[in-house]
């Protein structure tokens, strides 16, 4: 069963948006939080893209905004990430936003062990605050990104070239990479959204 996709809260709206983030540009949790940069986001020399990076394996690419017809093919996170670049001018776009005991600006949700603990500590608190599954984690909004995918018949190619998966047999696959498979990719999961109803507790589905 796929997990819900986030919902926006008021004092949690950093983490609201990396889960969305990690559910349509499928990066991992450690990626999101420790490694995407606001300039990665529309910079000048690139303002129809998305840099989305993966230094687990290496691996990264410019992801287009926007389709062949001008249409913006991630609607909802954009204005979310637009929010956040009107006060977020350098290093991490991801950041605690709200007053921490020791620091009056935001810091890092990366600890000083370089761990995610609290974040996930976080997030558990807000899946028992939304009274969805309790075993969901951020991990797993990255995972409904992908069975989306699935459900939206990308090809194994198409679901490779998004999460940047990479081993000694898909090295020719990623070869191929091209602008197309995105914008095809994100066209087909958000038809495929349109249809699918969305599990928003224990108590069985709600379309949205």
């Known amino acids: 069963m796929r997990s819900e996709k986030p919902r926006r809260s008021s004092d949690t709206f950093s983490v609201a948006t990396a889960a969305l983030v990690t559910w349509e540009w499928l990066q991992r949790e450690e990626h999101v939080f420790c490694a995407f940069e606001i300039t990665h986001y529309r910079p000048k020399e690139r ?6 990076v993966h230094p687990k394996n290496g691996q990264e690419a410019w992801w287009p905004l926007f389709d062949d017809r001008g249409e ?8 979310e990430l637009v929010a ?57 909004f990255r995972h409904g990104g992908f069975a989306e995918g699935a459900d939206s018949d990308l090809t194994g190619a198409e679901l ?14 990623y070869a191929k990479w091209t602008r197309k498979q995105p914008i095809s990719g994100t066209r087909q999961r958000r038809e495929e959204r349109k249809k699918q109803p969305v599990c928003r507790n224990r108590h069985g589905c709600l379309s949205e």
């Not at 303002?47 to 989305?52: D, G």
């Not at 913006?72 to 204005?79: G, I, N, S, V, W």
């Not at 940047?164 to 020719?172: K, Y």
């Open 47 to 52: 303002p129809n893209s998305v840099k989305i």
């Open 160 to 173: 490779r070239a998004a999460g940047r998966h990479r081993s000694a047999r898909q090295l020719p696959t």
């Open 72 to 79: 913006a093919l991630f609607p909802e996170l954009m204005a």
């Open 84 to 140: 956040i670049k009107q006060h977020v001018v350098s290093g991490l776009v991801f950041q605690r936003n709200h007053a921490h005991r020791k620091s009056l600006t935001p810091i890092p949700w990366i600890a000083k062990r370089k761990d995610l603990r609290y974040l996930r500590s976080v997030v558990k608190d807000i899946v028992a605050a939304a009274g969805i599954r309790a075993e969901l984690s951020f991990t797993s």
